[in-house]
């Protein structure tokens, strides 16, 4: 211990962030949570008794009452992780539960569910989608589905709300077929949705709502009264995203500039919308005689009845948390920290929805706010300081929203490349320009809620003001559409890669000022060295690895040599193939930087082989990063030219594929691979997905 004490106090008298940073109490349980829900998925309770439910119920309180009473961080830290553990354990055993009833029940004829509608309608594709809270469920005899929420497919309008009979098919929701795939099951329970019913027919029991609905009818009846006096449907779409969270009604070229453009955070709740509501909140009440802490209560008050009436969405959750905790400090006259507030929210909202942790919603909101707090005050320590006032001052507020936004870039970016694969450079200058016109249009529209049935022409004037502003960001946002190098595309970087980033912007963050500069010199040049020397090692002769992919009508086999060549075997028909690459592949190769497409064969029923065109944008891409890190052709088929001899048994479905000196034997009906040395009577065999070491000449 003697030697732990003045090492810690070295490392934050350098870094002196950090030792902040552990000492902030809900921060410590923030990190402790995700710990525990990212080790829950990793295990699951085996079939268990009454008994064994009981003893994780009392650990879980155990340890939660310990990690709330105790000051000692560390046993705090296993407190909350043990608990946040037990809690998805326990939360999962329900889930299974249900998921077993469901499809124990799943050959009933029909399912009738009754409940009451707790979310707005939404139609697609001759659909209604709505959110069901149950009251019961035919199928449902041990109760679990119980006052639980359920997402209804209908072909029949339902009304706004009120209860519901419904008739159709109850289904559990689909687990991913592959590894990248879009995951339904974690979506819907991210939202506390635990089932699906599709309904070919329903029964309006009650249609009387209460105090609460009919609040929230009249209000948004003023919002969509005062949405069509906006001429553009894209101006009406963008503010039914921004302030109503309904963002079906968006186009898809919206969505792309958009997105592409680096200002798509625009579109979804977030801080800037409640900020923007608590300012014109004490705005308005600054005209009137009320005193300071009337206009906090009746500031939080409108923002929690918002909360309540788009729901609990994360960042909007977080945002109304946060500001909570700041204005009650004002009012106790006590000091808030913001990584404390932002601890907090994150804890208390994981508590409500573990699975939260692995969407990119969740992560891409908590990501932003924590890197704007702890790096752009970083940031705006760097700005010029000007002899003449006035311009000064301008160049200290651009500097400073620049500040904001890459500093906001640079703690999303392995985010953003993890989940989507690219990056918005125009993005860091469009949102100086964005989000202050945002802010214009978004007072200007509240402006109009209020004079809407006040003052008309005012209401129009601030119509107008919102609808130019909206126009300037859709300019704004479309020209990135011309700019070659507005966004970049990128494979996901090795674990390696991001572990390094994140420990450089770390310390950039943490450490102290006086030592910021030389750190940099060091660090930048160690950073850059060690990124292409993991691609080039990364880039030696690798194993012979065979996945299979599923999709709904067929599957695919995709052989990746050592070379890191991709060859994809497809019995089925182009569409099916076509099909597995867009929604599985592809994001398979992404998640392997250099892995590349290199032939796609479709095999048919009379045993032979055709080579379908490889898609050029991925295989173009992943080239450039083949010639980046020197690849070594020399692998597992020596002969470039003639690598393989296929042959396909159309009556078995077996894929047989021969080198030189060895042989690799598939089938498309199951999960087993055969591999051999020809000559030889050593056969190994392997379970999807199989690693072989290749035979070297």
Same mark, same amino acid.
């Given at each position: 211990?003697?030697?732990?004490?003045?090492?810690?106090?070295?490392?934050?008298?350098?870094?002196?962030?950090?030792?902040?940073?552990?000492?902030?109490?809900?921060?410590? +349980?923030?990190?402790?949570?995700?710990?525990?829900?990212?080790?829950?998925?990793?295990? %699951?309770?085996?079939?268990?008794?009454? +008994?064994?439910?009981?003893?994780?119920?009392?650990?879980?309180?155990?340890?939660?009452?310990?990690?709330?009473?105790?000051?000692?961080?560390?046993?705090?830290?296993?407190?909350?992780?043990?608990?946040?553990?037990?809690?998805?354990?326990?939360?999962?055993?329900?889930?299974?539960?249900?998921?077993?009833?469901?499809?124990?029940?799943?050959?009933?004829?029909?399912?009738?569910?009754?409940?009451?509608?707790?979310?707005?309608? $939404?139609?697609?594709?001759?659909?209604?989608?709505?959110?069901?809270?149950?009251?019961?469920?035919?199928?449902?005899?041990? *109760?679990?589905?119980?006052?639980?929420?359920?997402?209804?497919?209908?072909?029949?309008?339902?009304?706004?709300?009120?209860?519901?009979?419904?008739?159709?098919?109850?289904?559990?929701?689909?687990?991913?077929?592959?590894?990248?795939?879009?995951?339904?099951?974690?979506?819907?329970?991210?939202?506390?949705?635990?089932?699906?019913?599709?309904?070919?027919?329903?029964?309006?029991?009650?249609?009387?709502?209460?105090?609460?609905?009919?609040?929230?009818?009249?209000?948004?009846?003023?919002?969509?009264?005062?949405?069509?006096? @906006?001429?553009? !449907?894209?101006?009406?779409?963008?503010?039914?995203?921004?302030?109503?969270?309904?963002?079906?009604?968006?186009?898809?070229?919206?969505?792309?500039?958009?997105?592409? &453009?680096?200002? @798509?955070?625009?579109?979804?709740?977030?801080?800037?919308?409640?900020?923007?509501?608590? *300012?014109?909140?004490?705005?308005?009440?600054?005209?009137?005689?009320?005193?300071?802490?009337?206009?906090?209560?009746?500031?939080?008050?409108?923002?929690?009845?918002?909360?309540?009436?788009?729901?609990?969405?994360?960042?909007?959750?977080?945002?109304?948390?946060?500001?909570?905790?700041?204005?009650?400090?004002?009012?106790? %006259?006590?000091?808030?920290? +913001?990584?404390?507030?932002?601890?907090?929210?994150?804890?208390?909202?994981?508590?409500?929805?573990?699975?939260?942790?692995?969407?990119?919603?969740?992560?891409?909101?908590?990501?932003?706010?924590?890197?704007?707090?702890?790096? +752009?005050?970083?940031?705006?320590?760097?700005?010029?300081?000007?002899?003449?006032?006035?311009?000064?001052?301008?160049?200290?507020?651009?500097?400073? &929203?620049?500040?904001?936004?890459?500093?906001?870039?640079?703690?999303?970016?392995?985010?953003?490349?993890?989940?989507?694969?690219?990056?918005?450079?125009?993005?860091?200058?469009?949102?100086?320009?964005?989000?202050?016109?945002?802010?214009?249009?978004?007072?200007?529209?509240?402006?109009?809620?209020?004079?809407?049935?006040?003052?008309?022409?005012?209401?129009?004037?601030?119509?107008?003001?919102?609808?130019?502003?909206?126009?300037?960001?859709?300019?704004?946002?479309?020209?990135?559409?011309?700019?070659?190098? &507005?966004?970049?595309?990128?494979?996901?970087?090795?674990?390696?890669?991001?572990?390094?980033?994140?420990?450089?912007?770390?310390?950039?963050?943490?450490?102290?000022?006086?030592?910021?500069?030389?750190?940099?010199?060091?660090?930048?040049?160690?950073?850059?060295?060690?990124?292409?020397?993991?691609?080039?090692?990364?880039?030696? =002769?690798?194993?012979?690895?065979?996945?299979?992919?599923?999709?709904?009508?067929?599957?695919?086999?995709?052989?990746?040599?050592?070379?890191?060549?991709?060859?994809?075997?497809?019995?089925?028909?182009?569409?099916?193939?076509?099909?597995?690459?867009?929604?599985?592949?592809?994001?398979?190769?992404?998640?392997? =930087?250099?892995?590349?497409?290199?032939?796609?064969?479709?095999?048919?029923?009379?045993?032979?082989?055709?080579?379908?065109?490889?898609?050029?944008?991925?295989?173009?891409?992943?080239?450039?990063?083949?010639?980046?890190?020197?690849?070594?052709?020399?692998?597992?088929?020596?002969?470039?030219?003639?690598?393989?001899?296929?042959?396909?048994?159309?009556?078995?479905?077996?894929?047989?594929?021969?080198?030189?000196?060895?042989?690799?034997?598939?089938?498309?009906? !199951?999960?087993? $691979?055969?591999?051999?040395?020809?000559?030889?009577?050593?056969?190994?065999?392997?379970?999807?997905?199989?690693?072989?070491?290749?035979?070297?000449?």
């Amino acid at each position: 211990m003697k030697y732990i004490r003045p090492m810690f106090d070295s490392v934050s008298g350098i870094f002196p962030g950090l030792a902040l940073w552990i000492r902030l109490p809900a921060l410590i +349980s923030w990190s402790a949570v995700s710990c525990g829900i990212i080790i829950s998925t990793h295990f %699951q309770l085996p079939e268990h008794t009454l +008994s064994l439910y009981i003893i994780v119920l009392i650990t879980a309180t155990a340890s939660v009452t310990i990690a709330l009473f105790t000051r000692f961080l560390p046993l705090r830290f296993i407190g909350f992780l043990i608990f946040a553990s037990a809690l998805c354990f326990l939360r999962q055993d329900q889930q299974n539960k249900i998921i077993r009833e469901i499809t124990v029940n799943q050959n009933e004829t029909q399912t009738i569910v009754t409940g009451s509608i707790v979310s707005l309608p $939404v139609k697609k594709f001759n659909t209604y989608k709505f959110i069901l809270k149950t009251t019961s469920v035919s199928l449902d005899s041990a *109760g679990l589905l119980r006052s639980k929420n359920i997402l209804c497919l209908t072909p029949t309008v339902p009304p706004l709300n009120g209860t519901l009979r419904l008739y159709g098919k109850l289904q559990p929701a689909k687990k991913r077929l592959n590894r990248y795939d879009f995951d339904e099951s974690v979506f819907l329970m991210s939202n506390g949705i635990r089932a699906k019913m599709v309904s070919d027919s329903m029964i309006v029991l009650s249609q009387t709502p209460n105090l609460f609905e009919k609040t929230e009818q009249v209000f948004r009846n003023r919002v969509i009264s005062v949405l069509d006096h @906006f001429r553009e !449907d894209s101006h009406r779409a963008i503010l039914l995203a921004a302030f109503l969270n309904e963002r079906e009604y968006l186009s898809s070229d919206v969505n792309a500039s958009f997105r592409k &453009s680096g200002i @798509f955070h625009l579109l979804s709740i977030s801080g800037l919308h409640a900020g923007m509501l608590i *300012g014109a909140t004490y705005m308005i009440l600054s005209l009137f005689p009320v005193n300071i802490t009337l206009k906090h209560i009746i500031s939080l008050l409108l923002l929690w009845l918002y909360q309540l009436f788009i729901g609990f969405i994360p960042s909007l959750f977080r945002a109304t948390l946060m500001a909570t905790l700041i204005i009650v400090s004002l009012l106790f %006259q006590k000091k808030n920290y +913001s990584l404390q507030s932002l601890g907090l929210a994150g804890t208390v909202w994981l508590l409500i929805s573990p699975e939260s942790l692995f969407m990119p919603g969740y992560q891409l909101s908590f990501a932003a706010t924590f890197g704007i707090i702890v790096l +752009s005050p970083v940031f705006s320590r760097l700005c010029p300081q000007l002899q003449i006032p006035a311009f000064n001052a301008l160049v200290s507020n651009l500097f400073s &929203s620049f500040s904001i936004s890459f500093a906001g870039f640079l703690s999303t970016a392995p985010i953003l490349l993890y989940h989507f694969g690219s990056l918005s450079l125009y993005g860091l200058v469009a949102n100086l320009a964005a989000v202050s016109l945002m802010s214009v249009c978004m007072w200007s529209f509240f402006a109009s809620l209020i004079f809407e049935s006040l003052i008309q022409p005012l209401s129009q004037l601030a119509v107008f003001s919102s609808s130019f502003t909206l126009d300037l960001i859709c300019r704004v946002a479309e020209m990135s559409n011309h700019i070659s190098l &507005s966004e970049l595309v990128l494979p996901v970087p090795h674990p390696e890669i991001t572990v390094c980033f994140i420990l450089l912007v770390t310390a950039v963050a943490a450490i102290k000022k006086t030592h910021l500069k030389l750190f940099l010199i060091y660090a930048l040049p160690v950073f850059f060295l060690i990124t292409p020397l993991s691609l080039l090692l990364r880039s030696l =002769p690798d194993t012979v690895q065979i996945e299979r992919f599923y999709g709904k009508k067929g599957s695919v086999t995709a052989v990746k040599w050592p070379h890191r060549g991709v060859w994809l075997y497809c019995a089925d028909d182009e569409k099916v193939c076509s099909s597995i690459y867009e929604y599985s592949i592809r994001n398979w190769i992404r998640h392997h =930087p250099l892995f590349f497409l290199e032939r796609v064969c479709l095999l048919d029923k009379a045993g032979t082989s055709s080579d379908l065109p490889v898609p050029q944008t991925d295989n173009r891409q992943q080239n450039k990063f083949a010639r980046f890190a020197g690849f070594n052709l020399r692998s597992f088929f020596p002969d470039k030219n003639e690598p393989y001899n296929c042959h396909f048994l159309s009556e078995t479905g077996i894929i047989r594929l021969e080198a030189a000196n060895t042989w690799v034997h598939l089938n498309s009906k !199951d999960t087993v $691979v055969f591999w051999g040395v020809k000559g030889s009577a050593d056969t190994l065999k392997r379970q999807f997905p199989a690693v072989l070491r290749a035979d070297y000449d």
